[in-house]
């Protein structure tokens, strides 16, 4: 390979190397840049490796690699004498060019994706890279929750995905909507529900899909100890002290014709 070559021009240092540049220091002080630095869209910065990896099929362009907590840590700090914080902002245009305002007749689409935060995982069952990287299990994505044309218009929702055991793919837990109304399981055929960790006995309250049931009861296990059932079979029963709505009997069960106590 050729040698690096550099060269300056207008005060701008240009250095050219076939097969990469390296940045060394003979002590201990590291390289200290003291102005802003600007990679080129399609351009990364790895820390930590020496190549990119693909992570959930794609290859992201700042990446952080390491063997312990310390070298897979990223921190982001704020010194100041004020109340305000460090952050972690997910931006989304619309706009087709980086730099570019949103046109404004373009109408925004709900559910349109703002950011993700993701958990993946190596579960040892490939040895391809592409695939071991691949496998989810929690995301939590910020997205547009209605169709917006407006100026001034930005209605959000927080959505919660889990991955249950025996499988890889990720389906919705729990949705925070713009109204502030909090909606679980996503439309799937599963059991749903708060569990109430006390330090004595626990308690539940949830939606058993397989009896179709509402309910609220002891135990950390939905359904294990109801207190009370009702749901829709048997147009809309309800058992107070039995475990199952479809029970004819308990210390008080209600239906549209009948109550026994």
Known sequence: AAAATWSTA???LTIDGDDGITLQTTGSGGVTIAED???SNGTGVVVGDTAQRTITGQVPEFQ???TTG????LTIGRWSASAGGGGLHFFKSRASTIGTLHADSRVDTAGDTIGNIVFTI???STSSETNAYNHYAARISGQ???ATSGANDAPGRLVFYTTASGGITESEAMRIGNNGMMTYGGGVSRDTGIIFDNAGTDYHVGVESGDDEFIIGFGAVLGTTPIMTMGAIGNGRVTI???QETTTHGLLYLNPDTVTV
Not at 70 to 73: E, I, M, N, P, V
């Open 10 to 12: 207008a005060g701008i």
């Open 37 to 39: 630095t600007f990679h």
């Open 64 to 66: 952080i690699a390491g």
């Open 70 to 73: 310390a070298d897979a840590t």
């Open 122 to 124: 190596d579960d040892g």
């Open 144 to 146: 547009l929750d209605a």
């Open 241 to 243: 002290g039995k475990q």
